[in-house]
């Protein structure tokens, strides 16, 4: 762990922008699946979505509103014909993967929208969900840009099902709630890979490293029970949202749980003890290997040291204060 990689392509020697010397999006990831890098804000690795490529053409996440044209520019990239997306499967309404499906949908004039139930109100009406992002994200609410609403007849809410791909291929809904009170996941069948939106961390591929995503209101029992879930279906590889594709998924998960329990653990001794977000947030940077080895890094972005640094801590104070009443 910890170690700087240099960043891989993943597919054999395929990369897309290889084939022309120019800097285009998109990644061949598997036999139909590519992901396109969204550089939101400008930021390389921060936010990617997933296309599965086919007679039919599925999505994993829109991204935020200010990287839609980003992802149009891959789907032309790609070659894929508007119509023929049929969904856009999000793994929840934050701004950063399912914020800019209303923009998204001006493209593609048959595509539906996947997303859990007690999501979908905020696809519709994204006011409250605005202004709610604006509260916790700050200035970062205004880099991922202003949702626009989804009409209600595009929007399928379920919680567990199946999508069909081409060539035999399914896709699995998965409830994996924790990281918000409506996260899916997503499993595909063809290597068993899954798209677990936030529910298992953001991932660093420069350090080959995951470190907690949690926001307030963060909800441990259900992230930990998700996790099982996940661990549970023997997934072979994690295709992230934050960002791109990990191996050694089980073992990743696992992983992860423990980071979860390190630092819910510090927060609740830390909340005990009335320590301010700064102390605790010390002693995560100094318990936690992995946040350790990346400190620098994430030091040096203002975007992660808002989201790891303060947002990631006040989930896991507001989870400690709200289980010690
Ligand atoms: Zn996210």
Not at 29 to 41: A, D, H, M, P
Not at 107 to 135: C, F
Request: charged residues 20%.
């Amino acid at each position: 762990m910890c170690t700087r990689l240099p960043l891989r392509n993943v597919y054999g020697t395929i990369k897309t922008s290889d084939m022309t010397g120019e800097q285009l999006h998109t990644t061949q990831i598997r036999k139909n699946l590519f992901q396109v890098e969204l550089e939101t804000g400008g930021y390389k690795n921060l936010i990617c979505s997933y296309v599965f490529k086919g007679s039919k053409v599925i999505l994993v996440e829109s991204g935020p509103t200010s990287s839609v044209l980003r992802l149009v520019e891959g789907l032309k990239e790609l070659e894929v014909n508007f119509k023929d997306v049929q969904y856009v499967a999000i793994t929840h309404v934050h701004l950063d993967h399912g914020g800019g499906v209303g923009t998204l949908l001006k493209y593609l004039p048959n595509a539906k929208i996947i997303v859990h139930p007690r999501g979908a109100p905020h696809l519709v009406n994204p006011e409250r969900l605005w202004v709610s992002a604006q509260e916790v994200l700050g200035f970062i609410a205004e880099i991922f840009g202003k949702p626009e609403p989804v009409p209600q007849e595009r929007i399928i809410p379920i919680t567990e099902g199946i999508i069909d791909l081409d060539n035999g291929g399914k896709l699995a809904v998965i409830e994996t709630v924790g990281h918000a009170s409506h996260n899916l996941s997503f499993q595909e069948s063809f290597s068993s890979g899954v798209f677990p939106g936030d529910a298992a961390g953001t991932y660093i591929p420069k350090f080959d490293v995951v470190v907690p995503t949690t926001p307030p209101p963060f909800y441990l029992e259900s992230a930990l029970a998700s996790l099982d879930k996940l661990i549970d279906l023997n997934p072979s590889v994690l295709y992230l949202s934050h960002f791109g594709e990990a191996n050694n998924a089980v073992q990743r998960l696992k992983d992860y749980k423990m980071q979860l329990q390190l630092w819910a653990d510090i927060a609740k001794d830390g909340v005990s003890k009335s320590q301010s977000l700064e102390q605790i947030r010390d002693r995560i940077i100094a318990e936690d290997k992995a946040m350790n080895c990346i400190i620098d890094f994430v030091k040096s972005y203002k975007i992660y040291s808002k989201t790891m640094l303060e947002n990631c801590i006040l989930g896991f104070m507001d989870y400690a204060k709200n289980t010690s009443k």
